[in-house]
């Protein structure tokens, strides 16, 4: 969809532009769009070990030893995994709350508080994650 | 200083005439026109050293480009320092640095209240209505530069052909087909209609919203909120009736219509006439569906 259209030698000219709260959540709602995508597929991946795990015998699914349960442990076992989760919290929450703002702007509801429900929504994401922080990294350290 | 200038002239050139034999009119025009240039040149300096001393003068900094000379086909920015006076907008300080220094520095303007919209120009980032942004309130250096994603055809003049194509694209006059009932010759409007279309009514056609717009940067094809805008003013005007409303919305919700618009609120933001745009092509969006929704 996005073109380049010659406007003329200027157009490449570098500028500064300042973005307002409007633009910011366009970029921060597309940004964890991506993530969320990229997350998916990891997510795919590391449930699809429950395939073969299932075929198990019942002894070893209790004592832990399947694909699925090896799988999980030693991802959690990463320091830089559970930070991301963290991370990935932030970033569902956000995509979640704007999604929400984005949904009253589309049925023409506050429009003239645009900007602080994107604010609002940016605090309660900044909450939410450090408040999950201790459950995240629990014994990690 | 400048009232010793026109004396200073009288002299040179009586001085001219003298000396010269009437037939080197070429040479004697060259020389007063090299002597005005640096007559020119000095009092500039002078003027600039003394705006650089006085206490309270403001720093603008000014995009210059003219592809019609070689030597300013290259992008540059122009240092004027204007001595600040209360209540002074960017147009002001603009007008006193092309009467000053340089008389070549180019860019629109006419009515400086608002009302024609020709001096719509990049401000510290920012698109802004140089005649209604106070100096005061912007920091230093003052950047002004071309609205950004047009042709700039010179320094802060840019190319509003696509604009106005945009604008034309929409049909922005009145049209119908349905005439008052009995004796009535004109059109009447409700006041509640009047209300609805008021804002909308206000655009001054800058060109401000459409360079601000992040979509209509990347898709020359999509009508931009100023189009959008004009189109909602008629759309939503009830004197219209339904035949030609219905031609409206065909043009609003083609693929470049209202649906390329992704809420960014940067025209609303940036619109000088306050005008919600995002709020009347929002608008327009839920009466293309509801036009096209249909549950039997």
Redesign the interface.
């Known amino acids: 969809m996005s073109q380049s259209y010659n406007r003329g030698l200027i157009e490449d000219f570098s500028r500064w532009r300042e973005f307002e709260a409007g633009m910011w959540a366009w970029i921060f709602h597309k940004f964890t769009g991506w993530v969320l995508i990229g997350y998916l597929f990891t997510h795919i991946a590391v449930l699809s070990t429950a395939i073969p795990a299932s075929g198990a015998e019942t002894a070893v699914l209790q004592a832990g030893n399947d694909v699925y349960t090896q799988t999980i442990v030693s991802l959690e076992g990463l320091l830089l995994v559970r930070i991301l989760e963290v991370g990935l919290l932030a970033v569902a929450v956000f995509h979640m709350l704007n999604g929400t703002r984005l949904l009253l702007v589309d049925l023409g509801i506050g429009l003239d508080s645009q900007d602080k429900s994107f604010y609002a929504s940016l605090i309660l994401t900044g909450a939410i994650t450090v408040a999950s922080v201790p459950t995240f990294i629990a014994g990690a350290f | 200083m400048s009232t010793q200038l026109p004396k200073q002239t009288e002299e040179a050139s009586e001085s001219e005439t003298e000396s010269d034999v009437p037939s080197r009119g070429d040479e004697r025009r060259a020389e007063r026109r090299r002597r005005a240039a640096n007559r020119r040149e000095q009092r500039q300096a002078e003027e600039a050293e003394r705006a650089a001393a006085d206490e309270d003068t403001i720093e603008l900094r000014v995009f210059r480009?003219d592809?019609d000379v070689e030597e300013k086909q290259e992008?540059r920015f122009d240092t004027f320092h204007v001595p600040f006076e209360k209540g002074m907008t960017v147009l002001d300080a603009l007008m006193y640095a092309r009467d000053t220094y340089d008389s070549s520095l180019t860019f629109r303007h006419s009515c400086r209240q608002a009302v024609c919209g020709s001096d719509a120009m990049?401000v510290?980032?920012?698109q802004k209505l140089a005649c209604k942004t106070q100096i005061g309130e912007l920091d230093e250096p003052i950047r002004v530069?071309?609205l950004?994603?047009?042709?700039?055809r010179k320094d802060l003049v840019v190319?509003m052909e696509h604009f106005y194509d945009q604008m034309e694209a929409v049909e922005p006059y009145f049209q119908t087909n349905e005439y008052p009932d009995g004796e009535l010759e004109e059109q009447r409007q409700s006041r509640e209609n009047r209300e609805k279309v008021k804002m909308s009514t206000r655009c001054i056609w800058c060109g401000a919203c459409m360079s601000s717009c992040?979509v209509a940067a990347?898709?020359?094809e999509y009508l931009g909120p100023a189009a959008i805008n004009k189109a909602y003013r008629f759309a939503m005007d009830e004197r219209e009736g339904e035949d030609v409303k219905q031609k409206r919305l065909e043009i609003i919700e083609q693929e470049h219509g209202v649906w390329r618009c992704?809420?960014?609120?940067?025209c609303?933001?940036v619109c000088p006439k306050d005008i919600?745009l995002?709020?009347h092509i929002?608008?327009l969006?839920?009466e293309a569906v509801k036009n096209n929704l249909k549950f039997w």
């Not at chain 2, 950004?148 to 700039?152: I, S, Y």
């Open positions: 480009y592809p992008p990049f510290n980032g920012g530069e071309p950004p994603h047009a042709e700039v190319d992040n990347g898709d020359n992704q809420t960014q609120f940067s609303t933001e919600p995002t709020e929002q608008e969006k839920r």
